[in-house]
Each structure stands twice: as C-alpha cells, then as structure tokens.
C-alpha cells in the first residue's frame, strides 16, 4: 500500500505565504514524478506543479514566479512554496505522485486527500 498526506494548508491573507508539504509512504521502490493539483469549486482539477526525475519542473502560468516546487527524495517528499498568494489561489490542493512500487512493477498514479487553502481577506 503507498499512501501520500499532505500538511500545510490553511487560510492566508491575500499577499501572504503558504508551504505545503506531501509525504509518501509505503512499499516503493522508485518515484518518478511528484507534483500538485488543485481544484476550486465548480472548476476542474489542474496541474500546478510538477517535478520529474531528474530535475524537470512544470508550472501553472498563472503560479509562475510566486510557486517553487522542491523534493527531497530521501524522504520521498515534495514541498510546494506559495507566495504573494491571490484569492483565485483559493482551492484544494493535492499531492500526486507517479510511483513504481517493485523493481520490475508498472508506475502508478497515486493521490493524497488534498489540502484546504484559502486566501482572503
């Protein structure tokens, strides 16, 4: 079983700052992407940020130049920094990670339950 949890959402003044951090944990053997979702009411999930093996990351327009994503892959974390937040910020935010569990096993998509952020004044 791979479960991911994420911590370190919240409610934030517009302007403010916000760091979310993700931990999977369970039988894994590699991980081969680690990124965030988001989703607002009544709007689709979209990718915000992501990082690849290897050092690739991919962000969101509207995030880039306020959002860094960062990993620590000896702790199978991904972190994501969040400055000069903005209301349309607001939603919640997933963990999502591509993961192979054995040596000769297929990857996998897996997702944590989502983290509440909240900018308002």
């Known amino acids: 079983q791979v479960q991911l949890v994420e911590s370190g959402g919240g409610l934030v003044q517009p302007g403010g700052s916000l760091r979310l951090s993700c931990v999977a944990s369970?039988?894994?053997?590699?991980?081969?992407?680690m990124g965030w979702y988001r989703q607002a009411p009544g709007k689709e999930r979209e990718l915000v940020a992501r990082?690849?093996?290897?050092?690739?990351?991919t962000y969101l327009d509207s995030v880039k130049d306020r959002f860094t994503i960062s990993r620590d892959n000896a702790k199978n974390m991904v972190y994501l920094q969040m400055n000069s937040l903005k209301p349309e910020d607001t939603a919640l935010y997933y963990c999502?990670?591509?993961?192979?569990?054995?040596?000769?096993?297929?990857?996998?998509?897996?997702w944590g339950q989502g983290t509440q952020v909240t900018v308002s004044s």
């Open positions: 990082t690849i093996s290897g050092g690739t990351t």
């Open positions: 369970g039988t894994i053997f590699s991980i081969n992407v």
């Open positions: 999502n990670a591509v993961i192979t569990r054995w040596r000769y096993s297929d990857s996998r998509d897996y």
